[in-house]
Every structure is written in C-alpha cells, then in structure tokens.
C-alpha cells in the first residue's frame, strides 16, 4: 500500500495562508530546500484540493518566466512531469497530467493507494487534508513550521470539535529556522 503523506507550511500561529491568501512567507531555506526534494524523491502522484491546484498551476506551467531561482529551475520539471490529482466537487477537468476526484472519495484514494508505485504527496489545503484524515488516510503529516504570525487566514485544519491524536515521528530544525515536525496517526 503506498503511503500518503499531508506536506504543508504554517505559520507560528498555525495558518496555512495569509488573511487575504498570501503565501509569500514561507522560507525555503537552503535544509529546508534539500529536505523537501529527498521527501519529493519517494513520491510519484501530487495530490491537490482544488484552491491549492489553482494557486499552483498558476505558476508551476510557466514557473521560469516568472522566476529564476534555483529551486524553481529545479522543481518546475518535476512538477510538471509528475501525475496529479485534484480533490473537488466542483472542477470538473484539469491540465498538465492530471485527474480530478470528486465522487466517492474513500474509494478514489484507497485505490490510488492500492496501486504499484512511490507514494502520494497532499500538498497543503485545509479542507481536502480535513477529509483524508476524517476517511484515516493520511499516514503522514509533515508540518513545516515558519517563524512568523501572519494574525489570520486559511488554518491548517478547519475547526470542528473531534479530537484526533498523533505521535511524533521526528522533528528537526531546517537552518535554524523552520521546525519541520512530522507526525502518524495514533492506533
């Protein structure tokens, strides 16, 4: 069964997003950098709920053109390449090597999980991590703390009143900066 791992930044204040959206305050420092692609080297499906799909095939298409930095001349191929899948009742297709999930979600992720193949990385989003792990999904959750209080926006999970427990896998510190702590589901 491959293994699906919830990859997301946060705030100190634990918001994913900013009080208007904003995602311009995570740090990829250069550990946090080397990090993420040994993470990205064990998975071969990127899984998306459909905000967090928008925002990235915004600009990971044309990701050179709008910037030129080394991780993006490195990740945009990647990216690019690598199958995806759109968790969404309300898109119904979507480009760039892509499925869209919106039916019986259950069933559509444990297939995916029953197939051949390297795991399965949920990059941010809120609601569609909500549900994965409401369904016992997730096997995974990396949660990379960012040393700022962005005062609002997106939570890294929606409020409700069920009490989920975790265990700490491991934590370490990416240039004394970004706390990168992950956690599996407890029995």
Same mark, same amino acid.
């Given at each position: 069964?491959r293994?699906?791992?919830?990859?997301?930044?946060?705030?100190?204040? *634990?918001?994913?997003?900013?009080?208007?959206?904003?995602?311009?305050w995570? =740090?990829?420092?250069?550990?946090?950098?080397?990090y993420?692609y @040994?993470?990205?080297?064990?998975?071969?499906?990127?899984?998306y709920g459909?905000?967090?799909?928008?925002?990235? +095939? +915004?600009?990971?298409?044309?990701a050179?053109?709008? !910037?030129d930095?080394?991780?993006?001349r490195?990740?945009?191929? &990647?990216?690019?390449?690598?199958?995806?899948?759109v &968790? +969404? #009742?309300?898109?119904?297709?979507?480009?760039?090597?892509t499925?869209?999930?919106? *039916?019986?979600?259950y069933?559509?992720?444990t =297939?995916?999980? +029953?197939?051949?193949?390297?795991?399965?990385?949920?990059?941010?989003?809120s609601?569609? @991590? @909500? !549900?994965?792990?409401?369904l016992?999904?997730?096997? =995974?959750? &990396?949660?990379?703390?960012?040393?700022?209080?962005?005062?609002?926006?997106?939570?890294?999970?929606? #409020?409700?009143?069920?009490?989920?427990?975790?265990?700490?896998?491991?934590?370490?510190?990416?240039?004394?900066?970004?706390?990168v702590?992950?956690?599996?589901? @407890?029995?």
């Amino acid at each position: 069964m491959r293994k699906l791992t919830y990859w997301v930044h946060q705030s100190v204040d *634990g918001f994913i997003s900013g009080p208007n959206g904003e995602f311009d305050w995570p =740090e990829l420092t250069p550990e946090l950098t080397e990090y993420s692609y @040994a993470v990205h080297e064990d998975v071969d499906t990127f899984l998306y709920g459909r905000v967090v799909w928008e925002f990235m +095939s +915004s600009f990971w298409p044309v990701a050179e053109s709008i !910037a030129d930095d080394e991780h993006t001349r490195t990740f945009a191929p &990647i990216w690019r390449k690598t199958p995806k899948v759109v &968790i +969404s #009742r309300t898109l119904e297709k979507a480009d760039w090597n892509t499925t869209v999930i919106g *039916g019986d979600l259950y069933a559509a992720v444990t =297939e995916l999980k +029953s197939r051949d193949g390297g795991g399965l990385l949920l990059n941010g989003g809120s609601k569609a @991590a @909500a !549900a994965l792990t409401e369904l016992g999904l997730i096997d =995974e959750y &990396i949660v990379m703390t960012h040393p700022v209080v962005l005062g609002g926006g997106q939570e890294l999970f929606p #409020r409700d009143e069920t009490r989920r427990k975790l265990n700490l896998a491991g934590s370490h510190v990416c240039d004394g900066r970004v706390v990168v702590s992950r956690y599996t589901p @407890a029995g």
